[in-house]
């Protein structure tokens, strides 16, 4: 199998993007230790304020003169009804009170993408990444002007195609099993099994590369998403326990006693702390104390916030794939270098 991964003008000397994550994991310190490792890394940068998409490109520089990614969330072409952030926030009344935090009047408005994607380009990373949509033709005007590679998620063939049709030059094929928020262009877009959806996509998209994501945890399944047609895997679970990465002290616990367990089904899927369909230890989040009126994201992720950042283990977002049983310690360099290839019967 092909040990590096080439797109657009770009070299990598290793088949391995380290995924965007949003949200303090992907630190400049993680995105640089797997740069310089040989991965292409990703600062997940869809609620970071222009200053900070700033600062932390500087920072990442710093540490690195390798190319690197910027990711961030493509907004919804819709405006949410009032009545229903309404119904959502009466609803999350009850979740508030049960966790003993109470529920603020007015919520944290999230940084608009435009001055986020400003902030990108003037910090000028090699590559922009973006999920939850197609980008309009005058953000990928922008990124060609100033040679800025662009990388799509799809979880369909459909967004695959529709992708390719925009000119992007890879595309993430993001799997049911992955980690995190589903990166579909419609809200509640489908999930496929990552196999079966690699299958279908090389079958139709022979001009633009392919970078295979979710529940990729060793060098055997970076192996099998090769064969079957990926370019490249990408990895975000994997590093959640890196040493380098944001993840917060409980988060880590969580996933450790998951580890410890060897708990294949510790993860479940849920709407209801953002609004968009995300994977993440199972919780209150998914089960019925989870509220049953949701707002779109990002109303819902903003109604969630305090609660999230305000309450014990159970109303927290701890993020991860299905493969978070085989998360393991350690520099994301040594992560990364246990990736190397392997026989598929590894
Ligand atoms: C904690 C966490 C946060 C994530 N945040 C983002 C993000 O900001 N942007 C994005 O495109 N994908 C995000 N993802 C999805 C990843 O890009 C990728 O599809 C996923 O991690 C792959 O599955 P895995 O976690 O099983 O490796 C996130 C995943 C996790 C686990």
């Not at 740069?35 to 304020?49: R, V």
């Amino acid at each position: 199998m092909t040990s590096s991964f080439a797109f657009a003008n770009l070299e990598f000397p290793r088949p391995i993007v380290q995924a965007p994550m949003a949200g303090g994991i992907t630190t400049p310190e993680l995105v640089a230790a797997c740069a310089n490792a040989g991965a292409l890394a990703s600062l997940g940068a869809g609620y970071l304020s222009a200053e900070a998409i700033t600062t932390q490109c500087s920072a990442i520089r710093a540490l690195t003169s390798c190319p690197f990614a910027v990711n961030l969330f493509v907004p919804a072409s819709t405006i949410a009804d009032d009545d229903v952030i309404k119904r959502a926030r009466a609803a999350l009344e009850r979740c508030y009170q049960s966790a003993h935090v109470s529920m603020p009047e007015a919520f944290a408005e999230l940084p608009t993408f435009e001055s986020q994607f400003e902030a990108m380009l003037d910090a000028h990373p090699a590559v922009f990444s973006f999920t939850f949509g197609r980008l309009d033709a005058r953000y990928i005007n922008a990124c060609r002007a100033r040679g800025i590679a662009l990388v799509g998620t799809a979880t369909s063939l459909s967004e695959a195609l529709a992708l390719e049709e925009d000119g992007v030059d890879a595309i993430v094929l993001q799997g049911e099993e992955a980690g995190g928020h589903r990166g579909s262009q419609a809200p509640e877009g489908d999930a496929q099994p990552l196999m079966t959806l690699i299958k279908s996509c090389c079958a139709r998209i022979a001009r633009t590369p392919l970078i295979a994501a979710g529940g990729l945890m060793t060098a055997a399944d970076l192996s099998r998403a090769q064969h079957a047609g990926a370019s490249a895997g990408q990895f975000g679970t994997l590093f959640l326990l890196a040493d380098e990465a944001g993840t917060s002290a409980s988060w880590r616990d969580a996933l450790m006693e998951v580890v410890l367990c060897r708990d294949h089904k510790a993860t479940g899927t849920t709407r209801a702390v953002s609004g968009r369909i995300a994977r993440g230890i199972k919780n209150a989040w998914m089960d019925e104390r989870a509220p049953q009126a949701i707002a779109p994201y990002p109303e819902q992720h903003r109604l969630t916030a305090p609660l999230r950042k305000a309450a014990g283990v159970q109303w927290k977002s701890f993020w991860a794939g299905t493969g978070a049983h085989l998360c393991r310690s350690g520099s994301a360099a040594a992560l990364i270098k246990a990736l190397d290839n392997c026989s598929i019967s590894d």
